[in-house]
């Protein structure tokens, strides 16, 4: 019996294994790299919450009317200065 076209075969099934193989450590390499930046996004998530939460403490407890004019806004915050009627500078 001539066994040759059986090791044939089953050289093409083991060169696909391998290609498959091959293909899927590609794969779990690309989804490594994604678990770990969304681990870090994660992390830089937390830190970010834990920073607004303490910073919460130091907020007033309501903000003060503001008029509606956006750069009377600024003025009243202390950003621009108005040194004539509707003449707005930067504060220096």
Request: aromatic share 2%; glycine share 4%; no cysteine.
């Amino acid at each position: 019996m001539n066994i040759q076209p059986l090791l044939d075969a089953l050289g093409l099934q083991k060169e696909a294994a391998r290609a498959l193989a091959d293909d899927l450590r590609t794969q779990i390499d690309a989804l490594q790299t994604r678990l770990r930046e969304t681990e870090t996004h994660l992390e830089h998530l937390a830190i970010t919450r834990t920073i607004i939460t303490g910073l919460a403490d130091r907020l007033p407890a309501h903000t003060p009317d503001l008029p509606e004019h956006k750069l009377k806004r600024l003025a009243k915050l202390g950003i621009l200065t108005e040194p004539d009627t509707g003449n707005f500078a930067r504060k220096p």
